[in-house]
């Protein structure tokens, strides 16, 4: 099994900043493509950054500029700096990865999200 468990949400004046993470284990032979998404109770899934195994990202254009998606593949940790925040941000926030485990398999995994509030 593979777990993916977030971090890192929280309260947050406009225009201030957060960093989530997102901390993968298990039987993890490699990672490979990851990714945040946001939901908001009643809207689909949205997504807002992706990562490649080799680094190189995407972002959808609500947040270029404002958030900048990483990982450090050495710890299997994903992270989302999250700068300029405003209330339409406001939301819960999962991590998504693509992961071959240790038996050869690829499957998709999902954090259990973290909560984003952002209001004065």
């Known amino acids: 099994q593979v777990q993916l468990v977030e971090s890192g949400g929280g309260l947050v004046q406009p225009g201030g900043s957060l960093r989530l993470s997102c901390a993968a284990s298990?039987?993890?032979?490699?990672?490979?493509?990851m990714a945040w998404y946001r939901q908001a109770p009643g809207k689909q899934r949205e997504l807002v950054a992706t990562?490649?195994?080799?680094?190189?990202?995407n972002s959808a254009d609500s947040v270029k500029g404002r958030f900048t998606i990483s990982r450090d593949n050495a710890n299997n940790t994903l992270y989302l700096q999250m700068n300029s925040l405003k209330p339409g941000d406001t939301t819960v926030y999962y991590c998504?990865?693509?992961?071959?485990?240790?038996?050869?398999?690829?499957?998709?995994?999902w954090g259990q999200g973290t909560q984003v509030t952002v209001a004065s």
């Open positions: 990562i490649t195994s080799g680094g190189s990202t």
């Open positions: 298990g039987r993890i032979f490699s990672i490979n493509a």
């Open positions: 998504n990865a693509v992961v071959t485990t240790t038996i050869g398999r690829r499957y998709g995994y």
